[in-house]
C-alpha cells in the first residue's frame, strides 16, 4: 500500500507560483513514478508531470514544459510540483498519484495505468 498526501494548493493571481507538495510513504514497489494529474472544472483529468522514484528521469506533459517543474526530495520521501507563470486556465483540483510501473513504461499520463491517488489539492488562479 502506498499514501500520499498532497498540499500547497491555494489561490494565486495569473502570473504567480505556487509548489505543491506529495509526501509519500508505504510500499516501495507500488512507487516507482510519481505522477502530478489536475482535474479542471468540468473536464476529464490530466496528466501533467512524472518521476522516477528515488531519482530519475522526469517527463512533463508539452502543455506546462517551461511553466512546471517536477523534482523530489528522497530524503522527506517527497515530490514537489513547481508552478510558475500561472493562468487563470490551471485552475484545477491538483493530484498527486503513484504507479508501480516504471514511469517509460506504458502511458504515464494516464489516469488509468494509476494505481494509487491522493486526495487532491486545490489551485485557483484569477486574472
Same mark, same amino acid.
Given at each position: 500500500?502506498?499514501?500520499?498526501?498532497?498540499?500547497?494548493?491555494?489561490?494565486?493571481?495569473?502570473?504567480?507560483?505556487?509548489?505543491?507538495?506529495?509526501?509519500?510513504?508505504? &510500499?516501495?514497489? &507500488?512507487?516507482?513514478?510519481?505522477? #502530478?494529474?489536475?482535474?479542471?472544472?468540468?473536464?476529464?483529468?490530466?496528466?501533467?508531470?512524472?518521476?522516477?522514484?528515488?531519482?530519475?528521469?522526469?517527463?512533463?506533459?508539452?502543455?506546462?514544459?517551461?511553466?512546471?517543474?517536477?523534482?523530489?526530495?528522497?530524503?522527506?520521501?517527497?515530490?514537489?510540483?513547481?508552478?510558475?507563470?500561472?493562468?487563470?486556465?490551471?485552475?484545477?483540483?491538483?493530484?498527486?498519484?503513484?504507479?508501480?510501473?516504471?514511469?517509460?513504461?506504458?502511458? #504515464?499520463?494516464?489516469?488509468?495505468?494509476?494505481?494509487? #491517488?491522493?486526495?487532491?489539492?486545490?489551485?485557483?488562479?484569477?486574472?
Amino acid at each position: 500500500q502506498v499514501q500520499l498526501a498532497e498540499s500547497g494548493g491555494g489561490s494565486v493571481q495569473a502570473s504567480g507560483s505556487l509548489r505543491l507538495s506529495c509526501v509519500v510513504s508505504g &510500499s516501495t514497489s &507500488s512507487r516507482n513514478c510519481i505522477v #502530478w494529474f489536475r482535474q479542471p472544472p468540468g473536464k476529464a483529468r490530466e496528466g501533467l508531470a512524472a518521476i522516477k522514484s528515488g531519482g530519475g528521469g522526469s517527463y512533463y506533459a508539452d502543455f506546462v514544459k517551461g511553466r512546471f517543474t517536477i523534482s523530489q526530495d528522497n530524503a522527506k520521501r517527497t515530490v514537489y510540483l513547481q508552478m510558475d507563470n500561472l493562468k487563470p486556465e490551471d485552475t484545477a483540483l491538483y493530484y498527486c498519484a503513484a504507479r508501480g510501473t516504471a514511469c517509460n513504461i506504458g502511458i #504515464w499520463y494516464s489516469e488509468y495505468s494509476i494505481d494509487t #491517488w491522493g486526495q487532491g489539492t486545490q489551485v485557483t488562479v484569477s486574472s
